[in-house]
Every structure is written in structure tokens, then in C-alpha cells.
């Protein structure tokens, strides 16, 4: 399993979300196994999207495809996105008894 980190900005948060929305299968068909989105405090089209994906290969060849950029440029996306691909060293948890 591997992540993807993507920063953007968007013109207008409702717009990019449709069209990101209508993707699901192409992201799923992709390698996505699933997607948590974030947005700056107080800047709703400032948003940081943190996936998981299937494989490395997988999600770099998704994320250099063309029919991506289409998607991206029709959901309003602004500039070029910021992509950074993470792999997990350990995870830390907390209980309630720390």
C-alpha cells in the first residue's frame, strides 16, 4: 500500500467536488483504494487530498495520465497540482491511558 499526497487549489469547491465525485470508478479502476479530503481552515478551494492506493507503479501511472489532467482541468483545478508519494514507516497510536 502506498499514499498520495495531493495539494491544489480550486476555483470552486462544489464544482471540483462533482466532478471528483463522477471519477469514482476511474480513480477505483486506477488503483484507488480510498481517498480522505482536507481543506485549508478558512480557504474552502485549498484542498489536500491523501489517498491510498494499491501500488506504487499504479498510482504514478494514474496520476501522470492524461485523462487525469482532463478531469483536473474540467473539476477547475488551479495551477499544477503539488504530487508527493509516501510510504508508511510505523504508526503510533494513543488510548486513552496515555
Not at 10 to 21: E, I
Not at 25 to 54: M, Q, S, V, Y
Amino acid at each position: 500500500m502506498v499514499q498520495v499526497l495531493v495539494h491544489h487549489q480550486v476555483a470552486d469547491y462544489n464544482s471540483w467536488r462533482s466532478v471528483f465525485d463522477a471519477a469514482l470508478d476511474f480513480r477505483h479502476d486506477g488503483g484507488e483504494c480510498a481517498c480522505r479530503i482536507f481543506r485549508k481552515a478558512g480557504n474552502p478551494n485549498d484542498l489536500t487530498l491523501l489517498f491510498d492506493w494499491e501500488d506504487m507503479e499504479k498510482a504514478k501511472r494514474y496520476m501522470a495520465s492524461d485523462e487525469l489532467r482532463k478531469k483536473m482541468q474540467q473539476a477547475g483545478v488551479v495551477g499544477v497540482p503539488e504530487i508527493n508519494y509516501l510510504t508508511e514507516m510505523y504508526t503510533v497510536r494513543r488510548s486513552a491511558a496515555d
